[in-house]
């Protein structure tokens, strides 16, 4: 489609050029204002052009514009059908053309297929998940990680080479918290002994600190601090607990990465960039880029950012010479930089952190980083249960694991209701893949930047707007697809001629029309950032395909309206071409595509 939008930008502008008495070279100039939109009833046309803003230019109405726009075209182009319409020239494409130049590409570039190409020789590194080590992988994680798999997947479909990272936030009081939790209430024990997940043991001892800390808040804070300050000071004996309770943490993590598709080209720890950072901000000291305030530590003023701040500076190194989020993230990207030099980093970080990414990328641009007008924070909204707000330290979050295995038992639980476990090969695989496809396309379906709630029972619908629907579909389309190769009946068709021009049903119109589109939705997706529109688009091929075999009967047997050898193959086409987009755009929102369901 997008190809068909160019083909006709250029064409409208060079009448509109015409129209004013230009030459060819001014052209270009009116094609930068020609845009391209599809009507909102397919009777109206399969593009229009909007008229208004050329009505200055031209000294005319842009209804007038319309009509002269549109009898010039249709005396250029009599193969297609130009009608004015008001202040727009609306485009109906010629069908056989079309038909067949979608059908040759999708089955000449297979996968390939849609690729727009648009961000080839882009480096573009992406940061997401995040983690700290004392709590497992939680509803929050789960966003975040489709959002930074997603996008990594998306960005690297138009072209990009795209270099995943992940920080393991494995230092800090936070963690001291459940080292000291362990070390008071746990001594001795290990996840085994318990029976759980190795990271969920560590999250327990972090609830744990939460609770001992309401008896007296101030000790508990004080003891905390004093870990924190023997582990950068490099005790054996802390620094060996630390180690023993990241491995437990890391160990559950990673089992949670491989069931979700997730993955990482490299991955950080704070315990190891810290440093890096300490190094940075003491230089930009030296460089008087940043002060030392009364109480010794380290800050950077604020000011001259002239946004609404918390406070006119910002601590980078505390009065101990301990550091803070802000030491850690600067040496990271520096470290991040020389390890990969990028041409855009984008970090995937929640809503509440936007402060936090413009004092960084404000600090790294103090510190002379040319590369600093390239990062890019994707900020998005929090994500909840119906029953109100997670809480890590109070232990009301919903464990990524947990919330997975109740979607993979509701939808074995589907399954059996059916009696359709017989029939597939491995029922526990199918439902496993289900409740990734429910999980992913809900949590991706919504804008980045929007809150959102995650309702578990909704998201597991067969029906609707919901990855179950779209897997569905998959499922069904390859049953098709394989009656076809085996069935007896359908030889005459297997061996007829491929003819395009037979397709002109108005659904089998609207189901090119809408695999044609994803080629330029996978360009807005990545330009936008927003695995919503690859969603939206799936939603759209699913439900245009189902009218689509609702009202065009394909294979021989069916009941319905017999179809002739030489459609019925053009017809199979079309199914390959759908199912071939289906399984390409799944992927790209992490909903595995299923053979049988």
């Given at each position: 489609?997008?190809?068909?939008?160019?083909?006709?930008?250029?064409?409208?502008?060079?009448?509109?050029?015409?129209?004013?008495?230009?030459?060819?070279?001014?052209t270009?100039?009116?094609?930068?204002?020609?845009?391209?939109?599809?009507?909102?009833?397919?009777?109206?046309?399969?593009?229009g052009?909007?008229?208004?803003?050329?009505?200055?230019?031209?000294?005319?109405?842009?209804?007038?514009i319309?009509?002269?726009?549109?009898?010039?075209?249709?005396?250029?182009?009599?193969?297609?059908?130009?009608?004015?319409?008001?202040?727009?020239?609306?485009?109906?494409?010629?069908k056989?053309?079309?038909?067949?130049?979608?059908?040759?590409?999708?089955?000449a570039?297979?996968?390939?297929?849609?690729k727009?190409?648009?961000?080839?020789?882009?480096?573009?590194?992406?940061?997401?998940?995040?983690?700290?080590?004392?709590?497992?992988?939680?509803?929050?994680?789960?966003?975040?990680?489709?959002?930074?798999?997603?996008?990594?997947?998306?960005?690297?479909?138009?072209?990009?080479?795209?270099?995943?990272?992940?920080?393991?936030?494995?230092?800090?009081?936070?963690?001291?918290?459940?080292?000291?939790?362990?070390?008071?209430?746990?001594?001795?024990k290990?996840?085994?002994?318990?029976?759980?997940?190795?990271?969920?043991?560590?999250?327990?001892?972090?609830?744990?600190?939460?609770?001992?800390?309401?008896?007296?808040?101030?000790?508990?804070?004080?003891?905390?601090?004093?870990?924190?300050?023997?582990?950068?000071?490099?005790?054996?004996?802390?620094?060996?607990?630390?180690?023993?309770?990241?491995?437990?943490?890391?160990?559950?993590?990673?089992?949670?990465?491989?069931r979700?598709?997730?993955?990482?080209?490299?991955?950080?720890?704070?315990s190891?960039?810290?440093?890096?950072?300490?190094?940075?901000?003491?230089?930009?000291?030296?460089?008087?880029v940043?002060f030392?305030?009364?109480?010794?530590?380290?800050?950077?003023?604020?000011?001259?950012?002239?946004?609404?701040?918390?406070?006119?500076?910002?601590?980078l190194?505390?009065?101990?010479?301990?550091?803070?989020?802000?030491?850690?993230?600067?040496?990271?990207?520096?470290?991040?930089?020389?390890?990969?030099?990028?041409?855009?980093?984008?970090?995937?970080?929640?809503?509440?952190?936007?402060?936090?990414?413009?004092?960084?990328?404000?600090?790294?641009?103090?510190?002379?980083?040319?590369?600093?007008?390239?990062?890019?924070?994707?900020?998005?909204?929090?994500?909840?249960?119906?029953?109100?707000?997670?809480?890590?330290?109070?232990?009301?979050?919903?464990?990524?694991?947990?919330?997975?295995?109740?979607?993979r038992?509701?939808?074995?639980?589907?399954?059996?209701?059916?009696?359709?476990?017989?029939?597939?090969?491995?029922?526990?695989?199918?439902?496993?893949?289900?409740?990734?496809?429910?999980?992913?396309?809900?949590?991706?379906?919504?804008?980045?930047?929007?809150?959102?709630?995650?309702?578990?029972?909704?998201?597991?619908s067969?029906?609707?707007?919901?990855?179950?629907?779209?897997?569905?579909?998959?499922?069904?389309?390859?049953?098709?697809?394989?009656?076809?190769?085996?069935?007896?009946?359908?030889?005459?068709?297997?061996?007829?001629?491929?003819?395009?021009?037979?397709?002109?049903?108005?659904?089998?119109?609207?189901?090119?029309?809408?695999?044609?589109?994803?080629?330029?939705?996978?360009?807005?997706?990545?330009?936008?950032?927003?695995?919503?529109?690859?969603?939206?688009?799936?939603?759209?091929?699913?439900?245009?395909?189902?009218?689509?075999?609702?009202?065009?009967?394909?294979?021989?047997?069916e009941?319905?309206?017999?179809?002739?050898?030489?459609?019925?193959?053009?017809?199979?086409?079309?199914?390959?071409?759908?199912?071939?987009?289906?399984?390409?755009?799944?992927?790209?929102?992490?909903?595995?595509?299923?053979?049988?369901?």
């Amino acid at each position: 489609m997008e190809q068909a939008k160019e083909l006709w930008r250029g064409r409208v502008a060079s009448v509109l050029a015409e129209a004013a008495g230009e030459t060819d070279a001014g052209t270009e100039e009116w094609r930068n204002l020609v845009t391209a939109e599809l009507p909102p009833d397919p009777d109206m046309g399969d593009l229009g052009f909007p008229m208004f803003p050329f009505a200055k230019r031209l000294r005319r109405a842009p209804q007038q514009i319309a009509a002269d726009c549109a009898e010039r075209l249709s005396r250029s182009f009599p193969d297609a059908r130009i009608l004015a319409a008001g202040p727009y020239v609306n485009v109906f494409l010629p069908k056989a053309g079309f038909a067949a130049r979608i059908l040759a590409e999708a089955a000449a570039r297979g996968e390939d297929f849609g690729k727009p190409g648009n961000l080839a020789g882009r480096r573009i590194m992406v940061e997401f998940s995040s983690p700290n080590t004392n709590k497992p992988l939680h509803l929050g994680h789960l966003r975040n990680d489709a959002l930074g798999e997603s996008i990594s997947r998306i960005l690297q479909f138009c072209g990009a080479e795209v270099y995943k990272v992940n920080i393991i936030n494995d230092r800090g009081v936070h963690i001291c918290k459940s080292m000291l939790a362990y070390r008071k209430f746990f001594a001795g024990k290990t996840p085994a002994d318990y029976g759980v997940k190795p990271d969920r043991f560590v999250g327990d001892c972090y609830v744990k600190f939460n609770e001992y800390s309401k008896e007296d808040p101030e000790r508990a804070d004080r003891e905390a601090k004093e870990l924190l300050r023997l582990w950068e000071q490099g005790d054996e004996e802390t620094l060996a607990l630390w180690k023993t309770m990241n491995g437990w943490a890391l160990e559950g993590m990673m089992q949670t990465y491989r069931r979700t598709g997730v993955s990482f080209d490299k991955i950080y720890f704070e315990s190891q960039t810290y440093l890096k950072g300490k190094e940075e901000v003491l230089a930009g000291l030296e460089k008087g880029v940043f002060f030392r305030a009364e109480d010794g530590s380290v800050c950077v003023d604020l000011a001259p950012l002239g946004m609404d701040l918390k406070a006119d500076r910002k601590v980078l190194l505390r009065s101990d010479g301990t550091s803070v989020y802000m030491t850690q993230d600067i040496g990271t990207a520096v470290s991040r930089q020389d390890d990969w030099p990028f041409d855009t980093m984008i970090y995937v970080v929640g809503s509440e952190q936007q402060y936090h990414f413009k004092v960084l990328f404000y600090v790294l641009r103090l510190l002379g980083f040319p590369w600093a007008d390239r990062l890019y924070h994707l900020s998005y909204g929090m994500v909840n249960l119906p029953d109100g707000k997670m809480k890590s330290r109070e232990g009301t979050v919903v464990d990524g694991d947990d919330l997975l295995n109740r979607l993979r038992d509701g939808a074995l639980a589907e399954i059996r209701g059916k009696e359709r476990e017989s029939l597939l090969s491995d029922a526990d695989a199918t439902a496993e893949n289900i409740a990734l496809g429910a999980l992913h396309y809900f949590l991706l379906q919504v804008s980045p930047t929007k809150d959102m709630l995650f309702h578990p029972q909704e998201s597991l619908s067969f029906n609707g707007n919901t990855g179950p629907y779209l897997q569905y579909m998959g499922a069904r389309i390859s049953s098709i697809l394989k009656r076809f190769a085996e069935d007896g009946n359908a030889a005459p068709a297997r061996e007829a001629p491929l003819s395009p021009e037979l397709l002109v049903h108005p659904a089998e119109w609207a189901l090119l029309k809408t695999i044609a589109s994803f080629s330029g939705t996978a360009a807005r997706a990545a330009e936008n950032r927003d695995p919503s529109l690859i969603t939206g688009f799936l939603y759209t091929l699913a439900k245009d395909f189902s009218r689509f075999y609702h009202d065009c009967p394909v294979l021989p047997g069916e009941n319905r309206e017999s179809c002739p050898p030489a459609l019925s193959r053009t017809r199979l086409e079309l199914i390959r071409a759908a199912a071939n987009v289906l399984k390409t755009a799944s992927r790209l929102v992490l909903v595995p595509f299923l053979t049988e369901m």
